[in-house]
């Protein structure tokens, strides 16, 4: 996928050594109209984000592509930002604490495009590599908690009153519920965030070759001051408090280890970005490039089942209908847009 003008991409989740952290609700706090595929991997939900994506953009709307961390080469959905309409696969997002009933919502489930003879065939089969998936992601979140124990950050800046909850899947740890949620602090912050004038994200993944680096192309169209200052962890808190407190349109670029921290401020109205260090060299963001052995060992036993289940998915699907219903989509989209 090319970097072109009105477009980004970005997570919105990631693992990390504190457990899974989600951001999809607070992305979706101003949401007008969700459109939530349901089905399994490998039956060309991804594909259709892309494609109703392109049609988007050509017809010279903005909008932000949402990778999934499961699969970081791969599209999980997409947001209009400034119309506030999004497409999402939630098989790849933790959307169980996520109050829909606000606002536009239409469920599509692309199951019903399965050949259901071959899906009861494979059900105990697709059951099981669900449940080996699950199992993994949870050996992987405690594998970080031990290989960056002993890492520290600066104190002068904390974020963890941001997340106020830390979404998680079923079988990891509990959801943890901040303590600072009733200061006025927090709510003068969540009022930013319901303005609109701070949104929060990650740009960088796990990946088995190493960190997948979203930084370059993101910043791509931006003027970039890069901090090599001993502490940009302090100045960045600086700026992102001066910004906070003024309602200053920005996107907050959250470490991907370490949700305490962040890696970098961008200001989209002044075309303006504020980094740690340079965006192309992980080591100043705080990241190696590459992993431990057994988060490499965890990581292909991962992408092996997601191929597995990929190939199964594959083989039930109907792709004639998933073109069908890719056009009704893209419609229904066009006609909220006039």
């Not at 791969?74 to 109050?99: H, M, R, W, Y």
């Not at 106020?164 to 740890?173: C, H, L, V, W």
């Not at 302090?234 to 200053?248: A, C």
Request: proline share 3%; net charge negative; with cysteine.
């Amino acid at each position: 996928m090319g970097n072109m003008v009105g477009v980004r991409h970005y997570f919105i989740e990631a693992f990390t050594p504190n457990g899974y952290i989600s951001l999809l609700p607070k992305l979706l706090a101003k949401r007008k109209h969700t459109y939530l595929l349901q089905g399994g991997p490998g039956t060309g939900k991804s594909t259709m984000i892309k494609l109703i994506g392109i049609q988007l953009l050509d017809r010279g709307y903005d909008l932000d592509y949402i990778r999934s961390i499961r699969d970081p080469d791969s599209v999980a959905g997409f947001l209009l930002p400034k119309q506030q309409i999004c497409l999402l696969d939630v098989k790849e997002f933790a959307t169980d604490d996520i109050n829909f009933a606000e606002g536009d919502v239409r469920l599509i489930d692309t199951n019903r495009f399965c050949d259901r003879i071959k899906a009861g065939k494979y059900k105990n089969e697709i059951a099981k590599i669900e449940f080996e998936l699950e199992a993994l992601e949870t050996k992987l979140l405690y594998q970080l908690s031990i290989e960056y124990k002993d890492e520290t950050i600066s104190k002068d800046f904390k974020l963890e009153h941001i997340f106020n909850k830390a979404i998680t899947r079923e079988g990891m740890s509990e959801s943890t519920v901040n303590k600072a949620g009733q200061t006025g602090e927090l709510e003068r912050i969540l009022l930013a965030i319901k303005k609109e004038a701070i949104s929060f994200l990650f740009l960088h993944a796990l990946q088995i070759e190493g960190w997948l680096n979203l930084a370059p192309r993101y910043l791509k169209q931006y003027d970039c001051i890069c901090l090599e200052t001993e502490d940009p962890n302090r100045i960045l808190g600086d700026i992102f408090k001066e910004t906070r407190s003024m309602g200053q349109a920005a996107d907050i670029v959250v470490h991907p280890l370490f949700t305490d921290s962040l890696i970098g401020i961008v200001f989209p109205e002044k075309n303006l970005a504020i980094w740690r260090g340079d965006p192309n060299g992980l080591e100043e963001q705080g990241l190696t490039d590459e992993h431990g052995r057994e988060i490499v060992k965890t990581l292909e036993a991962y992408r092996k089942k997601r191929i597995e289940l990929k190939n199964l998915m594959n083989k039930c699907a109907n792709f004639e209908g998933m073109d069908k219903l890719r056009t009704d989509i893209l419609n229904s989209i066009l006609a909220q847009l006039i």
